[in-house]
């Protein structure tokens, strides 16, 4: 490992110099416009991981975005490690919020910023330069593809039929994963779960059109007040979600699987100090640790109607619309929560409206054991990297494609992530620490070691 230890700091500028090249991409799934970016930085890719040392680098098309795939065998004996990340990346918005350009990156105090900095560009480029060291050095211990995609950010929609149409190509022992976060720099953790997610949208229809409040104002139905109301219908002042059936298929821990959760190193003032907020809030009768990691939740992601440009103008809106997202613990399906959610949004709805419900996309809950061979791995890698054995640790966040993959292909995957959150992933201002940066970079090749070794 000396000599993957020596490639990589005598490469350290280069490195960053490179993903700069990546960083300025704007690869933004959910925005039509980009699809050229996607398509660009797909290609970029590619030719940077045949560049790294992969055999074979590819575009390979979908139906959507395109997947990027690699792969390097050294031997049909060894074991497989197929890595996964993604290439796009979310919306900037709101522009006016970002302190430097979003995609044009700069370092300041030790961290790189701009948009897809960590989420996903950041933690994906560990994998590759951690690769090329590797490659470089003669020490590659197992055989590595690479499935990079551009839809993670909107459901990996074409994801999953990639999967079942490529299953031979895909063959692996276990997937890698670096898109998830860490507690913290001294307190290092995998996350063994993740919840899973159910995302709508909602319109509410009133009058065929915009109407004057003042003459309006008191017979119609404003969609608007409605849709407010609504809201209020999904989740009580307690935090509990108001939907028939939505907790039937959550397990309730016990008292002492509650207890090891919250021997998880938190500090309730430091977090509210951090989010710039007086008090935490949630389902009551948890803590924070709990409500992120092993409750369900409901948030409105967006809403929006009416008149909302500078100065004023005096409207019954027409339409108001909201997105609306739910956070999924093991045993909870997507697919019977979106059609519970959508049951009880149009049995609250007032007559005097029309109401419209679609389901976005969504994803399962995913747990990793702790016992299976890719975990002891990781965790030998993170205590020779970090000199402290990482803690499991259960994700507020989802990654639908990682159920999907145990589903299509019959693998587990492994989290290993080094996002903290400071990072202010899916927000302006995103940023990503040199020191997680090469920190990755240093581990990853330490779990190909221990991996290629495990029984």
Same mark, same amino acid.
């Given at each position: 490992?000396d000599?993957v230890?020596?490639?990589?700091?005598a490469?350290?500028?280069?490195?960053?110099?490179?993903l700069?090249?990546?960083?300025?991409?704007?690869?933004i799934?959910?925005?039509s416009?980009?699809?050229p970016?996607?398509?660009?930085?797909a290609e970029?890719?590619?030719?940077m991981l045949?560049?790294?040392?992969?055999?074979?680098?590819e575009?390979?098309?979908t139906a959507?975005?395109?997947?990027?795939f690699?792969?390097k065998?050294?031997?049909?004996?060894?074991?497989?490690?197929?890595?996964?990340g993604?290439?796009?990346?979310?919306?900037?918005?709101? +522009?006016n919020?970002?302190?430097?350009?979003?995609?044009?990156?700069v370092? +300041?105090?030790?961290r790189?910023w701009?948009?897809g900095?960590?989420?996903d560009?950041?933690?994906?480029w560990?994998?590759a330069?951690?690769?090329e060291?590797?490659c470089?050095?003669d020490?590659?211990?197992?055989?590595?593809k !690479?499935?990079?995609?551009?839809?993670?950010?909107i459901?990996?929609t074409?994801?999953?039929?990639?999967?079942?149409?490529?299953?031979?190509?895909l063959?692996a022992?276990?997937?890698?994963?670096?898109?998830?976060?860490m507690?913290?720099?001294?307190?290092p953790?995998?996350?063994?779960g993740?919840?899973?997610?159910t995302?709508?949208?909602?319109?509410v229809?009133?009058?065929?059109?915009d109407?004057?409040?003042g003459i309006?104002?008191?017979?119609?139905a404003n969609?608007?007040n409605?849709?407010t109301?609504?809201?209020?219908?999904?989740?009580d002042d307690?935090?509990?979600?108001?939907i028939p059936g939505f907790y039937?298929?959550? +397990?309730?821990l016990?008292?002492e699987?509650r207890?090891?959760?919250?021997?998880m190193p938190?500090?309730?003032e430091?977090?509210?100090r951090?989010?710039?907020v007086?008090?935490?809030?949630?389902?009551?009768?948890y803590?924070?640790?709990e409500r992120?990691?092993?409750?369900p939740?409901?948030?409105v992601n967006?809403?929006w109607g009416?008149y909302?440009?500078?100065?004023s103008?005096t409207i019954?809106p027409?339409?108001?619309s909201a997105?609306i997202?739910?956070?999924?613990?093991p045993?909870?399906? !997507?697919?019977?929560?979106?059609?519970?959610?959508?049951?009880?949004f149009?049995?609250?709805?007032?007559?005097?409206v029309k109401v419209?419900v679609?389901?976005?996309?969504?994803?399962?809950?995913?747990v990793?054991p702790?016992?299976m061979p890719a975990?002891k791995a990781?965790?030998?890698?993170i205590?020779?990297?970090?000199?402290?054995k990482?803690?499991?640790?259960?994700?507020?966040?989802?990654?639908?494609?990682?159920?999907g993959f145990?589903?299509?292909?019959?693998?587990?995957s492994?989290l290993?992530?080094?996002?903290?959150?400071k990072?202010?992933i899916?927000?302006?201002?995103?940023?990503?620490?040199?020191?997680?940066f090469?920190?990755?970079?240093?581990?990853?090749?330490?779990?190909?070691?221990?991996?290629a070794?495990e029984?």
């Amino acid at each position: 490992m000396d000599k993957v230890k020596n490639y990589i700091e005598a490469n350290k500028d280069r490195f960053i110099e490179e993903l700069f090249e990546v960083l300025r991409i704007p690869s933004i799934s959910a925005q039509s416009e980009h699809k050229p970016d996607m398509i660009r930085c797909a290609e970029h890719l590619a030719k940077m991981l045949k560049k790294a040392g992969a055999d074979r680098a590819e575009v390979m098309p979908t139906a959507g975005n395109p997947v990027v795939f690699a792969e390097k065998m050294i031997d049909p004996k060894a074991k497989t490690v197929l890595v996964y990340g993604h290439y796009d990346v979310m919306p900037v918005d709101p +522009r006016n919020e970002w302190d430097t350009e979003p995609f044009e990156p700069v370092i +300041r105090d030790g961290r790189i910023w701009g948009r897809g900095s960590d989420d996903d560009k950041g933690q994906l480029w560990m994998h590759a330069k951690a690769f090329e060291a590797m490659c470089a050095t003669d020490s590659l211990p197992c055989n590595v593809k !690479f499935m990079l995609e551009g839809e993670e950010e909107i459901g990996s929609t074409s994801l999953y039929d990639f999967c079942r149409q490529h299953k031979d190509l895909l063959k692996a022992d276990i997937i890698l994963v670096s898109d998830t976060s860490m507690v913290s720099m001294d307190t290092p953790s995998i996350t063994c779960g993740l919840r899973g997610l159910t995302y709508m949208e909602v319109e509410v229809t009133g009058p065929s059109q915009d109407l004057h409040s003042g003459i309006f104002g008191g017979a119609v139905a404003n969609p608007a007040n409605v849709l407010t109301r609504l809201i209020t219908g999904l989740v009580d002042d307690n935090g509990h979600v108001l939907i028939p059936g939505f907790y039937d298929d959550v +397990r309730v821990l016990s008292q002492e699987e509650r207890d090891d959760l919250n021997r998880m190193p938190y500090n309730e003032e430091e977090y509210k100090r951090s989010l710039n907020v007086a008090e935490v809030a949630g389902e009551a009768g948890y803590t924070t640790v709990e409500r992120t990691g092993v409750r369900p939740s409901l948030d409105v992601n967006g809403i929006w109607g009416g008149y909302t440009e500078e100065g004023s103008k005096t409207i019954i809106p027409s339409k108001a619309s909201a997105k609306i997202s739910m956070r999924l613990v093991p045993n909870q399906d !997507f697919h019977k929560i979106a059609e519970l959610f959508e049951k009880h949004f149009r049995a609250i709805a007032p007559k005097s409206v029309k109401v419209e419900v679609r389901a976005l996309h969504g994803g399962m809950p995913y747990v990793a054991p702790t016992d299976m061979p890719a975990y002891k791995a990781a965790s030998k890698a993170i205590v020779e990297s970090f000199g402290k054995k990482p803690l499991p640790f259960y994700s507020g966040g989802s990654i639908p494609i990682v159920s999907g993959f145990e589903q299509i292909l019959g693998l587990k995957s492994i989290l290993m992530g080094f996002g903290l959150q400071k990072d202010a992933i899916h927000s302006p201002n995103e940023s990503y620490g040199l020191d997680q940066f090469f920190k990755g970079v240093h581990t990853i090749p330490l779990f190909y070691k221990y991996f290629a070794e495990e029984a």
